[in-house]
């Protein structure tokens, strides 16, 4: 079978573990089993091409396939080292490791959303306002390190 086009990957949350993650995120990064997983040929097939233990990694994320489109009845994550050679793994959130993917720096919707929703503020804010918030300590670091350079130096050959 040839997968079809599944649409953008902004079109998609999943939920893994207790987080909601959104599948844009989740793209090139890898899975990693949570439990015993079967690994399938397409979405379509019933034919199990490997089968995976807990730790293993599942592959790197290219895409979701949702019940219904094509022949699928299950949910799945399409995995693989391109987008031309697909596994597929069956969507539950419990079946990949949430941990494994905060160590890859994975952030969760939320996270996502909350660094939005700052961004957006500091974009209302007067752009002298952000510049003397991300520079002022370092001019006043400056003029510090400056006024001790020279009252050590008018100390030490001012007698």
């Known amino acids: 079978m040839t997968l079809q086009r599944i ?9 893994i573990g207790d987080n909601v993650y959104r599948l844009i995120d989740l793209y090139s990064k890898t899975l990693y089993a949570a439990k015993p997983l079967n690994v399938y040929t397409s979405p379509a097939a019933v034919k199990i091409s490997a089968k995976l233990k807990v730790g293993d990694p599942v592959g790197t994320v290219r895409g979701y396939y949702p019940a219904g489109r094509g022949s699928a009845k299950k949910n799945f994550v399409l995995v693989g080292p391109n987008s031309r050679d697909l596994k597929a793994i069956e969507y539950d959130p419990s079946n990949f490791s949430e941990t494994k993917l905060e160590q890859q720096g994975v952030k969760t919707a939320k996270q996502v959303s909350d660094l939005a929703d700052k961004a957006a503020e500091e974009d209302k804010e007067p752009w002298y306002s952000n510049l003397i918030k991300k520079a002022g300590p370092w001019v006043i670091g400056g003029l510090i390190g400056t006024v001790a350079i020279k009252t050590f130096i008018q100390s030490k050959y001012s007698k």
């Open 7 to 15: 649409g953008a990957a902004g079109d998609y949350s999943l939920q």
